[in-house]
């Protein structure tokens, strides 16, 4: 595979993130809103990590294995070939869960850390950073966890990358409505953010030019400078557009 190729195709959103920058350990956190699918921004992420030979622990709770194979695909890249070499590990750790419940054998948060610490911590060892994925943090609540559960396991998994340069964990929240607890766990991990996206569709609906509206926030700047009021912490604002081999964004207005 032309890994060049794979790196353009994802770039906007590389830059966004400043995963092309030497940052230390940070938490990024995606926020969908109304529903919106943002699947896209973690296959851009697996992208830039096969690039740059960057090992990922993608701990899974929303979409499988398959579906990010076929995604990739259309992106140029091979997801299961990566998986094979072990550079990315692909951990389905919701089905794990569920077949634990089915056997009335519930699993505490403190096992369901040492799950996930032990496959970051063997990566550890052999490779300099490990970054971590979880997509679907929300579906936690649907398999029985309480707000503290979920907000404890966040917590822990940034602590194993937090003295890693250039390491990061992703959070990705599917959120449901402003009243519901998926809506207080993202905001929770939004005040530990280094970097914020939130995503939703377009309020006017289905439109053939844009897929919908991303706010980014690096509000890990306002740590990283004692001189806060020389930062400027105001979100930028995008439309983006999907393609089948990646993301474009777009200035409000342009389109």
């Known amino acids: 595979m032309d890994v060049d190729l794979v790196h353009g195709m994802a770039s906007d959103i590389v830059s966004c993130l400043q995963l092309d920058k030497n940052l230390p350990g940070r938490i990024i956190v995606v926020k969908e809103i109304n529903g919106c699918d943002s ?6 992420v697996i992208s830039n990590s096969i690039k740059n030979r960057s090992p990922v622990i993608f701990v899974s709770l929303h979409n499988s294995l398959s579906h990010f194979q076929n995604v990739g695909l259309k992106m140029n890249y091979n997801l299961q070939k990566h998986v094979d070499s072990g550079l990315i590990e692909f951990y389905n750790f919701g089905e794990e869960i569920l077949s634990n419940l089915l056997e009335h054998n519930n699993l505490t948060i403190e096992e369901l850390n040492l799950r996930v610490k032990d ?3 063997a990566k550890q060892s052999r490779n300099e950073p490990v970054n ?3 997509d679907g943090v929300s579906h936690l609540f649907d398999l029985g966890y309480s707000l503290k559960d979920v907000n404890t396991f966040c917590k822990q998994l940034f602590d194993l990358i937090r003295h890693s340069n250039n390491s ?5 929240c599917n959120q ?3 009243d519901d607890v998926t809506h207080t766990m993202s905001n929770l ?3 530990k953010a280094h970097t914020v996206v939130e995503v939703e569709n377009l309020q006017s609906g289905w439109s053939a030019d844009v897929s919908g509206h991303m706010t980014v926030k690096h509000l890990g700047h306002k740590f990283q400078n004692e001189h806060m009021f020389t930062l400027d912490l105001k979100p930028a604002r995008y439309l983006f557009k999907l393609f089948d081999r990646g993301v474009k964004l777009l200035a409000p207005g342009t389109v």
């Open 176 to 178: 449901a409505s402003v």
């Open 39 to 44: 699947t896209f921004i973690d296959c851009c």
């Open 189 to 191: 991990l939004i005040h």
């Open 119 to 121: 496959k970051v911590l």
């Open 168 to 172: 990061f964990v992703l959070y990705h």
């Open 132 to 134: 971590i994925i979880v």
